[in-house]
């Protein structure tokens, strides 16, 4: 069963909710709606979360991403469709069961982390566990032990005005952590941070993935951290999610020249494995079906390409691609590696050019 289930949700601020979802639904936009007052928050968003995902949900400012993490958890009423969390209609709880499912199963993690200035940072991150009437001795376990997840051991007895920007969004994270929750939603969690204490979260917070197996919606504007981190990416727009995919698909085929617009600054060699740009020996004339016959050096599917090709570069024919046993899924030649990177997918030309006559590239060619 998926952990997480978004069916045809939407959310619509203003006059006559109902008939405006179905002037959605008949394909209107957010513009044909605001001539009546009316905002289109969220539009007809469907998504499945599974167990240990993170999913990502991206778009820029005003696309709907918080309105719709706001539906997830219950904090807003959807104007139509239905949230599914582990099979149960949230939508359909009273006050109370939704409180209940809120204070034990979800955790939020915020952009600016309000830690409270006067309680020392174990406190601080035993604070979901307190609203949930745990003991304090067991939370001051349990938050002792988050903190440490989150590399903080050591600082149980700081104040938060003591900590770096960075270590004060750890107490966050660790107090969503303490609470045991299957699933995290963490709201533009990083983006007050400096870029590099960023990039050193969004590591952490795949260590801890890796190790704990919560399930994550995170969201996010920037398309860099999206692709880092989300195992699928819903790309919002104007209230609607205009692709649904992992980062290579996203890459390899934006659903339209809105995506392909954001996808441009994006490093290719980072985010496209092993597994995308491989070619299947048996079926793919002109690769070497033999690489994996000597003991040069091979590549997981997983392998990033920038990783690649420093291993392309020290093996004098193409890269075998192999999987946990040994056998081979596919191959890399230098050539087709070079035209990922350059996003020429069309196979090498024949060398028919004169001697002495080079074909000239020029540049922006
Ligand atoms: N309570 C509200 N009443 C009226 N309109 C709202 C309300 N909340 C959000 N909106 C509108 O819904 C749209 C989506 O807003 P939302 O905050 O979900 O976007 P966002 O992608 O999270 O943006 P940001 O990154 O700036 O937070 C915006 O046009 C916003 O003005």
């Not at 107490?171 to 007050?192: K, N, Q």
């Not at 092993?274 to 997983?302: I, K, N, Q, Y």
Request: with cysteine; hydrophobic share 40%; net charge negative.
């Amino acid at each position: 069963m998926s952990r997480l289930q978004a069916d045809h949700l939407f959310k619509v601020f203003g006059r006559r909710p109902g008939e405006a979802v179905e002037k959605l639904a008949r394909g209107a936009d957010r513009d044909e709606l605001r001539s009546d007052g009316t905002t289109a928050a969220v539009i007809d968003a469907s998504f499945v979360v599974e167990p240990g995902q993170i999913f990502v949900v991206m778009g820029l400012s005003g696309s709907g991403k918080s309105t719709l993490l706001r539906m997830l958890n219950g904090l807003l009423e959807p104007t139509a469709g239905r949230v599914l969390f582990d099979g149960e209609d949230l939508t359909a709880l009273s006050p109370r069961e939704l409180r209940a499912v809120r204070s034990t199963k979800i955790s939020m993690v915020f952009q600016h982390f309000a830690l409270f200035p006067h309680r020392s940072v174990l406190e601080n991150a035993a604070y979901g566990l307190e609203v949930q009437g745990v003991p304090r001795a067991e939370r001051e376990k349990r938050a002792a032990e988050a903190l440490e997840l989150c590399g903080l051991a050591g600082w149980e007895k700081s104040w938060p005005d003591e900590l770096s920007g960075g270590m004060q969004q750890r107490v966050g994270l660790a107090r969503a952590l303490a609470t045991d929750a299957d699933l995290l939603l963490m709201d533009e969690s990083f983006s007050a941070l400096d870029p590099l204490i960023r990039r050193d979260m969004q590591d952490q917070l795949l260590e801890l993935q890796k190790r704990l197996g919560k399930t994550i919606v995170f969201i996010t504007h920037d398309l860099n951290e999206a692709m880092r981190l989300g195992d699928r990416i819903a790309v919002m727009r104007d209230g609607r999610i205009v692709q649904l995919g992992t980062a290579e698909d996203i890459l390899l085929r934006p659903s339209d020249d809105y995506v392909a617009s954001f996808i441009q600054d994006v490093d290719r060699s980072r985010v496209l494995t092993a597994a995308a740009v491989m070619t299947d020996p048996e079926t793919d004339p002109g690769t070497d079906a033999a690489a994996d016959a000597c003991g040069c050096e091979t590549v997981r599917p997983d392998t990033p390409v920038a990783e690649l090709c420093a291993v392309a570069a020290r093996v004098p024919h193409p890269v075998a691609v192999k999987d946990a046993q040994g056998a081979v899924l596919g191959v890399v030649p230098q050539s087709r590696l070079i035209g990922f990177i350059g996003d020429e997918q069309r196979p090498p030309m024949a060398c028919d050019a004169a001697p002495g006559e080079p074909e000239e590239v020029t540049a922006g060619a």
